[in-house]
Structure formats: structure tokens, C-alpha cells
């Protein structure tokens, strides 16, 4: 895949524990680096976190650790009276794994001496072995955390072997099992820090006598465009006022390619929105058009994708194509079966990433693997691929973050292109990844002959016009905001849909759930009769995607059912659609489309609906409670 834009930094990852999305901001340079590591810490809010933390050296060479427990902002209430000087620092916030969440638990962590800092994230596999030996050799710990052990073994190696920070973070990480990216501080040489990666990225930027680092682009775009994307067990030396410095793990010098970061600071603000999330469903017209643009020709009627141009054997030859991915993605996923199979006649299997590389799946060298997932550093879904690579499947990574994991691990591929995508539960993103799906599918279908050419044509110009319509079916949120008052109350909902829109139903169920707290799930609409339609009375809100084609008799007639057992229904319909209409409690309308480009559209008043309600029952939209961003460990 093709990189150039934003990319993502964490510190340590590993596959065996739950949900992790630490943010990591470091800086050596001419400035005063405290205010650069908070601002990079607020712009990493949205990952979620449960505490935070800075280290500094200051001008007498001393190494000053400050923590604090909840967010950036009692960080900073913590240091009101302290020695925030210095031009050389790191800073953090933490997810827990290993230990409560609390301040002595918070990056980052001093060694034993107090000569060395760190901040990581992610999980040591061999921690507990290699704990042991360190108080074997007479060191004591003052954390729950699996971040001092490390760095203990980093200043035990340098002490004993008396060599270099560079080496002792080697030697050190030759020991370590699992994944990782770390950062270490050294109060003895207050010119440089040392940086570490395997299976999480890491960015560098690159500005006048001055680095920067982080979690992702974020905190860097302010500063600087150019930037160094660091390879897997690569370690990273940045001196002040030196050249950037990299070797892997086992000592071959590597030289640092530049490239130049395409984010704009204007993409990271709300630009007058409540919520991030807010703004990004409102810029789904913007970001699917960009997501198009260059692949979908401007009379309407072509499509091109390169990265399925340059390996068309592969997907002609396929016997069999799996899509791997977690969350909304896997809906995203369902969608791309549907539209692959329908238009190229290929078998296709959606897989949860997490079951796919457990179960021992049966995987051919002629198959197709398509990986999704938005950040790209999705855990399971990594793994799904370095499995599927190994039998010999040809991988095609559908993803967001230029530059990340997925897209580096894969033989080709496509980026959505929508940008910084803040908020945790995932809109424009959806959308794009059904975008390129879609675009994927009827490539295929064109090119075995399995799709005539009138058909191509006719859903190539539709897929043109969804960005206007997607405008339109915006023009509601007025009124969605209105009725989703009405449904605070509901501590249950289901979502019923079939065919393409079955999919759009698990979606909204689980931005509801995400954001909301409301429990919610979405089904088939023909198998509400198989179990959902016991739960059907006056206090069940059912959300029915209903639009005017495909199976449209069938589902008057699951709502039928629903209306004869007082269950409250809210619909999405086709424009000028009287019978559902007249049947619902409340109704919203979507242009008329393809079947197949259905849910494009149906997916906006879901993800408005889900907002509205959630704003209303007072949750935070942007953060919600117990999920991160990005899922970078098991």
C-alpha cells in the first residue's frame, strides 16, 4: 500500500490482554517541552485513558517524574508547583493492564536509581520471569506494572555491562517477549532518548534541531510535516542537534526515509461541533467523496483501484475470498460479501479476526484475505494476516492510517482516505471501508464478466451521486434529534434489516450500544420469529431498515407482526414510501438507490439517532466509558 500521511505510535502492544490505546508524545529540541507533551497529551484524548504523566529533564540534569491519576487535566493541576523546565521530554497516558489505575501505576515509570524513565505501551509476555530474576539481583518495585520491569532490566543490563543507553535498550529487548514500543529517557545524557518498536508503530517528526514523537500524527501535525516511519524492531537514537540514528534489534544500520505528512491541523479541532463524532457523521459527504476521488472518474461511469489493477490475477484466481476484521468493520465486511459475491461470483467468508486465528481455519495459497480495519493496528486483525500470510494467502489490507501495521503487513491494498477519525465510535470510516468494498466488488465483477457492462454502469454513476445524497438525508438531523428524546427511556432496542441491510442494523445496534449504554441488537428480520419477537412489546423500540427494494413486501410484513404486538417501530425509508411510513411511530427517509449503495445512506440516520440519544442521556459521545480507539491488543 501506498504510504503518505498520518501514522500512529504506541509503546509495547502485545496480543494478550484487553483493549489498549495508550498515547505517548515525546520531544527533544530548543523549546520548552512541557507545554508541546500536554498539548500532544489533549490532542491523544480521544483514545481513552486513565491516567497520565510527564518526565523532564531540567537544566541541572535532573530527572523530574510527575503522575496523576484520571485525566491530562489533573496532570496539569498536579504540577501547578513544580519544576516543569527542561528541553528534552516524554509524556503519557495510560490504559490499564497490569495494575490498577492509579498514580503509582501511571507512566512513566523510573528505574531504580532514578536515573532512567520510560513510557510504554502494551504488555511484556515474560514479564514475570524476568521480574524474578531482577529481585534475584537485589532490585525492588514500587509498581504493579509490568513497565518497571523493563526498565529495570534496561539500567541492570547497562550498569553490569557498562555500555550505552542504545545498547542496554538492545540487549534488554532481545529478552523481551511480546510486542512493543517503548521510549527511555537517561538523566546522565540529557541530549537524547532512545525509541523501540515491534508490531506498534511509531512516528517521528522531523522539524529544525528538533524531534518530535507520538502515539499517531496528531500532537506532531502543528510542528511538522516530515516524518520518519519507524520499521518493525527497529530502535530509534535521536541526539540534539544530530542526524536521526536507526538500527533493528540485531544491529543493522538502517537509514530513515522522510516523508511528508498530508494531515492538516484543521482536521484535528471541532470546527464549531459539539463532538468530534457529530462532525465526522456531517463529514461523510466530504470524506466519501474524497475516498472516491481518483478511483470513481468524474463522467461516472470507471472505477479504478490500483492496488486490485496491479494484482488482478490474484482475485480472478481466487477460489475463495475471506474478510477478516473486528467491530464495525466486520459489519463493514458483511456488507463486502454481499456486493463481492453478488457482482463476482466468488465465495466469500467474513471472519471475526479474533476466532479466525484461533480456530485453526482452513487457509489455501489460492485465497484471498481482505484485512480491514480503521487504524490498521487492530490486533486480532494484524494476526489474522501474519496467519493467513504464512499458508501463502494473497492479503489486501482495507484500511485508514497510511503508513500502519496492516497496510505494511499486506501485498496490496486500499486506503480509505477520510482522515483523523477522533472519535471512538467509528462513522466516516464505515462508510469509506463500504465505499472501497463496493468499488473492489464491481472491479471484480467487471472484469471475470460476471457483472454485465449496462449493470456496471448503472451502479458506478449511482455510487457518483451518494455524496449528495448522503447531504440530503443529513437535512433530517433536526428531526432525529427531536424524537431520539423519546427513546431515553428504553433500556432495550433491536434492529432489524436483510439482505445488504442486515449488516446496517447490527451497525446502528452497536453504535447505540457504544455510545449510549442502551442494549441493543441487531438481526435479520426473518429470524425475528426465531427467538427477538418474545422480547416485542409497547416498551421495545425496533429500528427497521425498510427501504423500497430487494425484500421490501417481507419486511411490512415483519413490521406487521411487530405493529400486532405493540411494539414501537422507527423506520428508514425510502423517499416517498407511504406504507411503512404510515405503519411507523416515527419515520425517516433516505434518497432512492442501488440496493447494493443502501447502506451508505441508511447508515447516517443510525449513527445520528445513536448521537442524539446519547447526547440526551448526558454520556460523553467522544470518549465513551471502557472502549478505546483502536483495539492494539487482544
Not at 507533551?37 to 529533564?57: C, F, M, N, Q, T
Not at 407482526?561 to 419515520?587: C, F, L, N, W
Request: aromatic share 8%.
Amino acid at each position: 500500500m501506498n504510504k503518505k500521511d498520518d501514522i500512529c505510535i504506541y509503546f509495547f502492544i502485545n496480543f494478550e490482554f484487553k483493549k489498549i490505546m495508550c498515547g505517548i508524545v515525546g520531544y527533544i529540541g530548543k523549546r520548552e517541552a512541557y507545554p508541546i507533551l500536554i498539548k500532544g497529551l489533549h490532542r491523544l484524548e480521544y483514545r481513552g485513558y486513565d491516567s497520565a504523566g510527564v518526565a523532564l529533564i531540567n537544566g541541572k540534569q535532573q530527572l523530574n517524574v510527575y503522575k496523576a491519576k484520571g485525566k491530562v487535566a489533573d496532570l496539569e493541576h498536579a504540577v501547578e508547583s513544580k519544576d516543569i523546565s527542561g528541553t528534552i521530554g516524554i509524556a503519557h497516558t495510560r490504559w490499564a493492564t497490569h495494575g490498577e489505575p492509579n498514580q503509582v501505576n501511571a507512566h512513566p515509570h523510573y528505574s531504580e536509581s532514578e536515573e532512567l524513565a520510560i513510557i510504554h505501551n502494551g504488555i511484556i509476555e515474560n514479564y514475570a520471569v524476568l521480574k524474578q530474576g531482577l529481585i534475584e539481583n537485589g532490585y525492588s518495585f514500587k509498581s504493579e506494572t509490568d513497565t518497571e520491569v523493563l526498565v529495570q532490566l534496561i539500567e541492570h543490563i547497562k550498569k553490569t555491562d557498562k555500555t550505552d543507553l542504545q545498547t542496554a535498550v538492545q540487549l534488554a529487548l532481545n529478552q523481551v517477549v511480546g510486542a512493543y514500543a517503548i521510549v527511555v529517557l537517561d538523566q546522565n545524557n540529557p541530549d537524547k532518548m532512545v525509541a523501540a518498536r515491534k508490531g506498534s508503530p511509531l512516528v517521528i517528526g522531523i522539524g529544525e534541531n528538533e524531534y518530535f514523537l507520538a502515539s499517531d500524527a496528531t500532537p506532531i501535525v502543528e510542528f511538522t510535516d516530515k516524518v520518519v516511519y519507524v520499521g518493525d524492531e527497529e530502535i530509534v537514537h535521536l541526539r540534539r542537534n544530530k542526524e536521526l540514528s536507526i538500527k533493528t534489534i540485531g544491529n543493522v544500520v538502517k537509514t530513515p526515509e522522510i516523508k511528508k505528512l498530508e494531515m492538516t491541523l484543521s482536521q484535528l479541532e471541532k470546527g464549531g461541533y459539539p463532538h468530534f463524532m457529530l462532525k465526522e457523521i456531517f463529514e461523510q459527504p466530504t470524506t466519501l467523496a474524497t475516498s472516491m476521488r481518483g478511483r470513481v472518474n468524474i463522467e461516472h461511469n470507471n472505477i479504478t483501484l490500483a492496488g486490485f489493477i496491479d494484482n488482478k490475477e490474484r482475485f480472478l484466481n481466487a477460489k475463495r475470498i475471506i474478510i477478516t476484521a473486528c467491530g464495525t468493520s466486520w459489519h463493514a465486511g458483511l456488507i463486502g460479501m454481499h456486493a463481492i459475491e453478488e457482482f463476482a461470483r466468488i465465495p466469500v467468508v467474513v471472519e471475526y479476526s479474533s476466532e479466525f486465528r484461533y480456530r485453526s481455519p482452513v487457509i489455501n495459497s489460492d485465497d484471498v484475505v481482505i484485512a480491514i480495519s480503521q487504524s490498521g493496528e487492530t490486533a486480532d486483525t494484524l494476526a489474522a494476516v501474519e496467519l493467513a500470510k504464512s499458508h501463502g494467502a494473497f492479503i489486501y489490507g482495507v484500511c485508514n492510517v497510511v503508513g500502519a501495521s496492516i497496510p505494511r503487513a499486506a501485498h496490496s491494498g486500499s486506503y480509505t482516505h477520510v482522515g483523523p477519525e477522533i472519535g471512538v465510535a467509528s462513522t466516516k470510516a464505515f462508510t469509506a471501508q463500504v465505499a472501497v468494498l463496493t468499488m473492489l466488488a464491481l472491479m471484480i465483477g467487471r472484469e471475470k464478466g460476471t457483472l454485465s457492462q449496462e449493470r456496471y454502469l448503472q451502479i458506478v454513476a449511482e455510487l457518483g451521486k451518494i455524496p449528495e445524497k448522503i447531504k440530503e438525508t443529513l437535512k433530517q438531523d433536526d428531526l432525529l434529534a427531536e424524537f431520539a428524546k423519546t427513546f431515553t427511556y428504553a433500556q432495550n432496542f433491536i434492529y432489524l434489516g436483510r439482505g445488504y441491510n442486515y449488516p446496517i442494523a447490527m451497525e446502528g445496534a452497536l453504535k447505540l450500544k457504544e455510545i449510549s449504554y442502551i442494549h441493543a441488537e441487531g438481526y435479520p428480520a426473518a429470524e425475528m420469529k426465531h427467538g427477538p419477537i418474545a422480547l416485542i412489546n409497547e416498551e421495545m423500540p425496533v429500528v427497521v431498515i425498510a427501504p423500497h427494494c430487494g425484500t421490501y413486501d417481507k419486511v411490512v410484513s415483519n413490521i406487521q407482526e411487530i405493529k400486532a404486538r405493540k411494539g414501537r417501530i422507527i423506520s428508514i425509508v425510502t423517499e416517498g414510501d407511504t406504507i411503512v411510513r404510515d405503519m411507523s411511530d416515527y419515520s425517516i427517509s433516505i434518497p432512492a438507490t442501488e440496493e447494493c449503495l443502501v447502506p451508505l445512506l441508511a447508515a447516517i440516520p443510525l449513527q445520528l439517532l445513536a448521537y442524539h440519544i446519547a447526547v440526551v442521556k448526558g454520556r460523553n459521545v467522544d470518549q465513551p466509558r471502557n472502549l478505546a480507539k483502536s483495539v492494539t491488543v487482544e
